[in-house]
């Protein structure tokens, strides 16, 4: 069955590949990617507590895992998804409360995000370290 020339006369609705990204935006994205992250990050949580609560060797086990140098890894990323995600959350925050909603400031912010987050990610493991003498 065709088409009637009407429905080919029809414009493409903007989808994702039509926009430019803009910082915004990919911070948006991203914002919702760490949410994702974080839903199954949460699944290492909730095994290293049920380790805990099982026995001494599932625990040295899960211990022992977490860390190898890929279990670091995870976890470090895992780590940069929460703080990546709490600060994004608190500029919707900010924003829902009718603050740094001009285009230049917003944008701005959205540029320093990733940056923020890398940073503080590193120094929350820094602090780590230094906490546990390692």
Known sequence: ????????????????????????MMMSIVHRITG??????????????LAAATSQDWFDTISAV?????????????TWALLHHM???IRHFVMDAG????????????VAMPFVSVALTIILWVIGYLARGA
């Open 1 to 24: 069955m065709s088409k009637s020339a009407a429905t080919r006369a029809r414009p493409l609705s903007p989808h994702l590949f039509i926009y430019k990204p803009i910082p915004t």
């Open 36 to 49: 994702v992250a974080l839903y199954f990050g949460i699944v290492l949580f909730a095994v290293w507590l």
């Open 66 to 78: 977490y860390g190898s140098w890929i279990g670091r890894l995870i976890l470090f990323g895992f």
């Open 87 to 89: 600060l994004g959350g």
């Open 99 to 110: 603050l740094g909603l001009e285009k230049h400031f917003s944008t701005r912010v959205a």
